[in-house]
């Protein structure tokens, strides 16, 4: 039976993958910065780890209590919709130190016991909006395409050692907690700027009144699945309709 360790577990994307692979009969590391037992079905190949990506100590700990691994999908993250000039430094620096670097801390951690066993794979999970410029989504879309383009570049590392390396690119899921928080975020340190107000709010009716094919968290969890077990899986996987689209 193999072992998959999810980052990001709490809601979302990463709490459908979890109940994914728990329903196919892998044992399940569900991490999450608070640890919350009620979030999925009681099993005994499910473990429920804290885990913040953000700090050395913390993964340190989490992949020790973890123990031996077959595959890591790297799922944490977080959002914000603004404007650049409406983007704090300090806040385009925390969606890099979450979910670029955080995702580099992970995956550096890991490499030790999948290249001493010549073995293993690992599934980064990014976004469909770095394959289209959007506005308002300047600095998340830098902090998504620099994992895309590190992937890519360890994907060549790895090669010699027997460890796969995947991307799935998830489409708009306007329903999840991620994007309501995104939108929060936004409220919350002062809105738009007002030379961008009118044109921000107009660019997130369009987004709302879209009669376009959203992505389910469904999706990803299917498309993360599929990166894991498919051998001829391409190392760029779409999930969702929308995503789909653009990688056509």
């Known amino acids: 039976m193999q072992t998959v360790l999810i980052t990001g577990c709490s809601s979302g994307f990463g709490l459908d993958i979890a ?42 700990k989490a992949l020790s209590d973890a123990g031996p691994i077959d595959l890591l999908v790297n799922n944490a993250g977080i959002g914000f919709l603004n404007a650049l000039e409406g983007t704090p430094i300090d806040t385009a620096r925390d969606m890099f130190e979450t979910n670029t670097l955080g995702t580099m ?20 999970v990014t976004s469909s909006v770095t394959l289209k410029p959007l506005p308002l989504l300047a600095a998340y879309t830098a902090s998504k395409a620099a994992v ?33 928080t995104a939108m929060a975020r936004m409220q919350e340190q002062g809105g738009f700027p007002q030379a961008y107000a009118g044109f921000a709010q ?47």
């Open 19 to 60: 109940r994914y692979f728990l329903e196919r009969n892998w044992n399940v590391i569900a991490t999450m910065r608070t640890p919350q037992s009620d979030l999925l079905p009681a099993s005994d190949h499910l473990r429920i780890l804290p885990l913040d990506v953000t700090s050395d100590q913390s993964v340190l």
């Open 105 to 124: 801390r992970v995956t550096q951690a890991v490499l030790p016991q999948f290249r001493a066993r010549q073995a293993g794979m690992i599934i980064n």
């Open 148 to 180: 895309n383009a590190f992937t890519e570049c360890l994907a060549l590392e790895l090669e010699r050692f027997n460890i796969k390396v995947r991307i799935v690119l998830p489409g708009a899921a306007p329903g999840t907690n991620f994007g309501k």
């Open 202 to 248: 107009a660019i997130i009716a369009q987004m709302q009144q879209s009669d376009a094919p959203r992505t389910q968290s469904a999706d990803v969890a299917q498309a993360v699945w599929r990166a894991a077990t498919d051998p001829d899986c391409p190392m760029r996987l779409a999930a969702g309709a929308d995503a789909v689209a653009l990688m056509d």
